[in-house]
């Protein structure tokens, strides 16, 4: 048996070449099997079709069609964030220059816990991170400087947030969030054995500056408020400025988990909704969401890099005083992870190929997107329209539908394969959520997702003895 090519090295590009070509086939005859925004038929037809196409996972002798083959069913089973349909989540079709970036950081394969796993990639990341963090805190002077660092999305820079403020503030220090928050936040202080969280009221989506401000007087402290830009539910944004001048007024910490909304930052058209977001003391950004990056794609900007800090860590082998001293950077305190690939590389390709205005034009189009849609609702007497969006998220439901209606309907268009919509729970009822992230989306697309949803609804409706089926997402293709 030959001994398997690598991928990088001098061979390496030609090792490559024909396996891309089995792999891009392979993606085409998937996506051309599956025919739509997700697979037909649900959890268990999808299972049976994927333990099918595996076969046995570790075989006696290898399967030289194993590439093409599993490929294949990836993406024949997959919910392709590239259909116009496939609208659920906050879950972006990645940019092709991002996704070949992306190849090229798996073949080189670097790590970036030594400098000398990663000489260029350690710089790169640098000058990536410290840009980033100036989009951020474009009136930072001081001489400590804003930073960032490169984490797996939001829900490890909220909690790398959190353990700042702890190693600033001292374990005592109390998370103060709205209802609105991600739930990772409450995680974290679970995790790093904070006191229980002040969980603030949210009555219209958005953190109530009122009740905050009751919360911090009647509250001990220390504090750490956190903010969002950018609700999972319904994409609102914290009233950031009030929150902010809250925090000044009683000397409380900020955070600001703007993992959705920080793609806005690159948009002269919408970038104002994140006024206030420069007096967060901590950041969430990520880029696999209004960035159009592979996952993963977060990161933590800090306004004071002095507070990175307490990430210091010492192990010999890694980053050796003597070394330090001559001159090789010190990248453990760069992140809570040893080993992590290159995630920067993509991210710096995207932002030098496309630049600020290529992508405030990706954001400025998938917001109009969000508005177009919700003009549909509006319009459509059968349905109901939470509100306005603000970013591209936009929540409806049909008319006077009792909520087990209302999660029926979203269940039966995923049994069917023929789109994929969320759901959030506001003002005590339940809502169908269209998350808009793909910007080749037509306005004949919009009309389609709202007609497959009529579809769905009258299909449960003209049918009674199939109600049942429904509910519960039975309905064949």
């Known amino acids: 048996m030959s001994t398997p090519s690598l991928a990088s090295g001098p061979a390496g590009p030609n090792a490559l070449r024909p396996l891309l070509a089995t792999v891009l086939d392979a993606l085409a005859l998937g996506t051309r099997e599956r025919g739509g925004p997700l697979p037909a038929g649900g959890p268990d037809a999808v299972a049976a079709r994927t333990r099918a196409a595996v076969g046995d996972v570790l075989p006696q002798d290898g399967d030289p069609d194993a590439l093409r083959s599993l490929v294949h069913a990836l993406a024949a089973g997959a919910a392709d964030p590239a259909d116009p349909l496939c609208a659920g ?21 670097p790590s970036l816990d030594s400098w000398d796993q990663a000489p260029a990639a350690s710089e790169l990341e640098a000058l990536v991170t410290r840009a980033l963090a100036r989009e951020v805190y474009p009136e930072t002077r001081r001489a400590e400087g804003a930073d960032a660092l ?5 829900t490890e820079s909220n909690q790398l947030a959190l353990l700042l403020a702890r190693e600033t503030l001292g374990a005592g220090v109390r998370l103060v969030c709205g209802a609105d928050a991600h739930h990772s936040l409450s995680r974290a202080a679970r995790l790093l054995g904070l006191p229980e969280p002040v969980i603030v ?4 989506g958005t953190l109530d500056p009122a009740a905050l401000d009751e919360a911090l007087t009647t509250v001990p402290g220390p504090w750490l408020v956190a903010g969002t830009a950018g609700t999972t539910d319904a994409g609102l944004i914290d009233p950031l400025p009030e929150i902010a001048a809250l925090c000044r007024a009683h000397h409380a910490r900020l955070h600001v988990d703007a993992a959705y909304g920080g793609g806005l930052l690159f948009s002269a058209r919408h970038r104002d909704l994140l006024t206030g977001l420069a007096d967060a003391h901590t950041v969430t950004l990520d880029l696999h969401k209004l960035g159009w990056q592979p996952v993963p794609a977060g990161f933590l900007a800090v306004r004071d890099a002095r507070d990175l800090d307490a990430l210091r860590q010492r192990a010999d082998y890694l980053n050796a005083p003597d070394d330090t001293e001559a001159g090789l950077p010190d990248l453990l305190g760069r992140s809570l992870r040893t080993s992590r690939r290159p995630d920067v590389l993509k991210t710096a390709v995207t932002l030098k190929a496309l630049g600020r205005t290529g992508l405030g034009a990706l954001v400025d189009q998938v917001c109009a997107h969000a508005q177009e849609f919700a003009e549909l609702v509006h319009r459509e007497p059968g349905f109901e329209l939470y509100d306005r969006p603000t970013i591209s998220t936009v929540l409806f439901r049909p008319a006077q539908a009792p909520d087990d209606t209302v999660a029926a309907v979203r269940r039966h268009l995923l049994e069917r394969g023929r789109a994929v919509l969320g759901r959030a729970r506001l003002d005590g009822r339940l809502w169908l959520k269209a998350t808009f992230l793909n910007p080749h989306t037509r306005p004949a697309d919009l009309t389609t997702l709202l007609t497959a949803v009529t579809e769905a ?14 509910v519960e997402g039975n309905t064949p293709r």
């Open 89 to 109: 989540h906050l879950h972006c079709p990645p940019l092709a220059v991002a996704v070949a970036a992306d190849l090229a950081a798996s073949a080189l394969n």
């Open 150 to 154: 490169v984490t797996t999305g939001g």
């Open 201 to 204: 009221p949210a009555p219209a």
């Open 457 to 470: 609804l009258r299909a449960g409706e003209a049918r009674p003895e199939r109600a049942q089926d429904l």
